[in-house]
């Protein structure tokens, strides 16, 4: 089968880059009259993020050779673990900002180990990370609610000595939340009593394109992609996120996409939703597929901070979100 074969060569691909240490490469960029605009993507410190993204982008793949790539990824993830099962986009004492632990993070490297066979004790922390209307926040600080884990309370309190200069500064704020982080989390903990409530405010985030908080995640594509996921697997509640995507859709919210690693987010949004709403699907699948011959991967933004300088991806997201779709949509032809 010749998907078969693409998918293949993007594990041959991703095989080829992964570190001996397991490790995907971040990259970054900067736009163009930024001081570091002229260094195109370049290597940044080690992280988990763009690493974890791509472990959970290839978790659905069977073949022995993906299975070797998540193994290898997850020792990574467990090298890179701070607390128990708590991650950091950067772990302090590199070249970058100490930042705080963070759900996203955590979420995604936690959903990573446990499709790759190694579970974790994690999600009652995670659960505590709410503002009063059960929204899931991004940063894991020591709030009111972890004084029921006097151990972790205590290290996030102590941590608060390092992340004080970013918490004073406008890279972020003590409670950011948007859907795309939060339907990372649901990723992970699945739909529950303790998650409907965030699961509700998501929907109406949805509604409203235009308006959604996009704090870390600049492009409302990226939302949906995160949320298709998690309705995907398992979190049955976003059930009446198709419906909201089939219409912003057809109301013209988002234009072609312009690069591959736009056109698999869409495809595996509208397979994920099982929504037959894009005519040029299928040209975007042998788009994908003659890429995937070539081994033409190059780096698109995916992550951005929220005065749009800093951008993170790598040629291996985009190559693993492609593989991602080339699985759906052989999937979808099957049944």
């Not at 180990?113 to 190694?118: E, K, P, T, V």
């Not at 698109?300 to 040629?315: E, M, Q, T, W």
């Amino acid at each position: 089968m010749k998907i078969e074969k693409q998918l293949g060569q993007i594990l041959q691909f991703l095989a080829e880059r992964q570190g001996e240490n397991g490790e995907f490469r971040s990259l970054e960029s900067y736009p163009a009259d930024h001081p570091l605009g002229d260094k195109g993507w370049f290597y940044t410190d080690p992280s988990p993020f763009v690493h974890a993204n791509i472990l959970c982008a290839i978790s659905g793949l069977s073949d022995p050779m993906a299975m070797q790539i998540m193994k290898q990824g997850c020792h990574f993830l467990l090298h890179q673990m701070e607390w128990k099962g708590l991650w950091r986009f950067w772990a302090h004492g590199g070249q970058t900002h100490n930042v705080p632990i963070d759900l996203d993070d955590t979420a995604l490297c936690s959903f990573a180990l446990a499709s790759g066979g190694f579970p974790l004790d994690n999600k009652k922390y995670i659960l505590q990370n709410v503002n009063s209307d059960g929204y899931f926040l991004t940063w894991l600080l020591p709030r009111f609610g972890m004084w029921r884990y006097p151990a972790l309370y205590r290290f996030l309190k102590k941590d608060l000595q390092n992340i004080q200069l970013v918490l004073a500064s406008p890279m972020l704020s003590l409670d950011d939340f948007e859907p795309a982080v939060a339907a990372n989390v649901l990723l992970y903990l699945g739909e529950t009593p303790k998650t409907r409530p965030c699961i509700l405010q998501i929907l109406q985030q949805l509604e409203k394109p235009d308006s959604m908080p996009l704090q870390y995640y600049a492009d409302p594509l990226v939302v949906f992609y995160h949320v298709s996921r998690a309705y995907f697997h398992g979190v049955k509640g976003l059930a009446p996120a198709a419906e909201i995507f089939r219409r912003v859709v057809a109301q013209g919210v988002f234009p072609e996409p312009e690069n591959l690693f736009k056109k698999a987010m869409m495809a595996a949004t509208c397979m994920h939703f099982n929504l037959a709403i894009q005519p040029d699907m299928d040209k975007w699948i042998v788009e994908i597929g003659e890429a995937a011959e070539n081994a033409q991967w190059e780096s698109h933004i995916y992550f951005v901070s929220k005065d749009r300088n800093f951008r993170a991806g790598s040629p291996e997201l985009t190559a693993a979100f492609c593989a991602e779709a080339l699985q759906a949509f052989a999937l979808k032809k099957m049944f």
